[in-house]
Structure formats: structure tokens, C-alpha cells
């Protein structure tokens, strides 16, 4: 197993393939409505806010539960501390809806749905903001489970090195990225996500990193 010590720079390279791979490259523009993907990242309810205030979106769905991952810093959810996050940065509360049962990205999505046409939001359009690496999978989920919306990505603009900088562990870091990675891959052939085309050096970079021990949030086999 690679600990944080033995981390090298082609493990770097091959993590920031990873990274780039899993950015949408979608162009911002304003939404019917947002849906901000739980994780351990609270810089997805910072970005929620910078782009409300911004004027993208009327409305935001805060949507998660805790996971193994997150059980810690955010011991009531995941939800609830993004939207206290997002009330201290001036979103409105009547902005905002809340949806604190959803464990994995396609609850996320569904739950999300869910609330969305309770509350009577006309939906056309959607704004998914997660992390940076968490984009390709929310997106491949959303066409899968809600293909009469559009879904537009949005994460902090932070590169892998940046990004890192704001992680307590890298090598946790890198484990997640293959995490992702892997369920894109997969998931289409479950049913879960549509299917998307991954180049040639981005499977070769997973492969390396699978191979030197970044493994921790891999399927079980």
C-alpha cells in the first residue's frame, strides 16, 4: 500500500490526468435550478454561493447524507452543514431545499428530482455543483436517471496541485480520484450512468495508479 511518504511525481502525473479527465469543461451559464452534491468538501456550499449570488440559479437543492468519508466533519449530514455553510455566506433560506437522506450520487440526483417538482420548480436546465473530481460522474448520472433536463458542471476552478493544498491526506486524495474514476467506467454497464469514452491514457493512468496501491475506494471486487 502507497502511503503519504512514497508518493512520487509520475503518481502525481498520473493523478492529474485522472483529474483533468474528470472535469466537464461545461461553460457557466444560468439554471432553472441547482443541485449541490454532498462529499467532504465544503467548498462545493462556498461555490454554491459565489454563484447564487452570482445570479446562475434561483434555487439549490443541498443533498447528501454521511458516508464513512464524511461522518466526521459533518456529523449531521452532509446537507445540513453545506446549508448553514451557504446561510453564514447570505443565501436566503428560502433559496434553498433540503434533501438529507441520499447516500450515493444517483440518490443525489433522484432525491434532488424529487424535491425539485414538490416545490413546483419548472426544470429545463440544471447546475451540478461538485467537487472538481466528481464532476463526470454526476454528470453521466444525471443524463442516465433525468435526461429530460440539461445538466451544466460547475466545481471550484482549482487545479490537482491547488486542490491538494486544501486536503488533509493526498493519498486519500488520489484514492477518491480512482474511486471515480473506476465508477464511470463502470457503472454504465449497471445501469447507473450513461456511457462515456475514456481515452486510452487516462485508462493507462488508472491502471499505474491500481497498481501502486491507490485502491482504497475501488469496488470490491
Sequence with gaps: MTDQASISN????DARTLWDF????????SCSAA??????????ASATAELYH??????????????????ERFPR??????REH?????????????EPKAT????????????????GVPMTTVLLISMPYMQRRAYATCRKLWPEVEPVCVSQALSFDEYVMTHDDEKQLIDMLMGDMERVMKYPKHGFAIEQHVPGEVRDAFERLRTRGYDTWLLPA
Excluded: C, W
Aim: no cysteine.
Design 35 to 44: 443541485i449541490a452534491l454532498g462529499s467532504l468538501d465544503l467548498g462545493v
Design 77 to 82: 449530514g452532509e446537507a445540513v452543514h453545506y
Design 22 to 29: 474528470h472535469q466537464m469543461g461545461h461553460e457557466l451559464r
Design 54 to 71: 452570482a445570479g446562475m440559479f434561483p434555487v439549490v437543492v443541498f443533498t447528501g447524507d454521511t458516508s464513512d468519508a464524511t461522518k
Design 86 to 98: 451557504a446561510l453564514s455566506l447570505g443565501v436566503p433560506n428560502g433559496a434553498i431545499l433540503l
Design 104 to 119: 450515493n450520487t444517483g440518490q443525489n440526483i433522484a432525491y434532488s428530482r424529487e424535491a425539485l417538482e414538490n416545490a
Design 10 to 13: 509520475a503518481d502525481r502525473a
